[in-house]
């Protein structure tokens, strides 16, 4: 499964965007899926992720009440709804995707997760 990310940008502080990921070789339908983040000198971490059949999802403490993910299992990608921006949401944006459907908890870890996309940039000013 191959895993291609887009939609990232520079925008102000309070602005929104909308990033995608997109699945080919394969299929996410029953693959946990989650996006992840990095900025320079931190290590990944956790975003959001939306359970299988969306009905749960899951933020990270830092992005809770301003990111909204989704997915859409017939066009095979995952949405990230980011909304209120701020220059600390500056990162490199990562969709990841695991081969097992068990179950993975509320804040995953990187090393759980079998395919990377190559990331997106998304960079805050203020």
């Known amino acids: 499964v191959q895993l291609q990310a887009s939609g990232g940008g520079l925008v102000q502080a309070g602005a929104s965007l909308r990033l995608s990921c997109t699945a080919s070789?394969?299929?996410?339908?029953?693959?946990?899926q989650a996006w992840f983040r990095q900025a320079p000198g931190k290590e990944r971490e956790f975003v959001a992720r939306?359970?299988?059949?969306?009905?749960?999802?899951y933020y990270g403490d830092s992005v809770n009440g301003r990111f909204t993910v989704s997915r859409d299992n017939s066009k095979n990608t995952v949405a990230l709804q980011m909304d209120s921006l701020k220059p600390e949401d500056t990162a490199i944006y990562y969709c990841?995707?695991?081969?097992?459907?068990?179950?993975?908890?509320?804040?995953?870890?990187?090393?759980?997760?079998?395919?990377w996309g190559q990331g997106t940039q998304v960079t805050v000013s203020s």
């Open positions: 939306q359970v299988w059949g969306g009905t749960i999802t």
């Open positions: 990841a995707a695991r081969r097992s459907p068990a179950y993975l908890g509320p804040n995953p870890t990187p090393d759980l997760f079998d395919y």
């Open positions: 070789g394969g299929t996410f339908t029953n693959m946990p």
